[in-house]
């Protein structure tokens, strides 16, 4: 993951390959979610939603479904 991101700063090119994970369509950010949080810091769901433009309501039912996976996972760890 971050390798990949090295190797695109070392070309000087946005990240191409569209499969992976963290691609996003920003190319000055070299299209990577990893350079996105270090340039931009964290971010609110609105302004993520901005981004990506999508409603502040889907990203917030996308939160709550990853929130509830995470509870899942940890629940299943703690028995």
Same mark, same amino acid.
């Given at each position: 993951?971050?390798?990949?991101l090295k190797? =695109?700063?070392?070309?000087?090119?946005?990240?191409?390959?569209?499969? =992976?994970?963290?691609?996003?369509?920003?190319?000055?950010?070299?299209?990577?979610t990893h350079q996105s949080?270090?340039?931009?810091?964290?971010?609110? $769901?609105?302004?993520?939603?901005?981004?990506?433009?999508?409603?502040?309501?889907?990203?917030?039912?996308?939160?709550?479904?990853?929130?509830?996976?995470?509870?899942?996972? $940890?629940?299943?760890?703690?028995?």
């Open positions: 993951m971050m390798k990949c190797t =695109c700063e070392k070309l000087n090119v946005a990240c191409p390959i569209k499969e =992976c994970r963290y691609w996003i369509s920003e190319p000055d950010e070299n299209n990577c949080i270090y340039l931009n810091g964290s971010m609110t $769901l609105r302004e993520v939603a901005d981004r990506l433009n999508i409603s502040y309501v889907r990203v917030k039912q996308i939160q709550d479904k990853a929130l509830k996976k995470i509870g899942h996972l $940890l629940k299943d760890q703690a028995i």
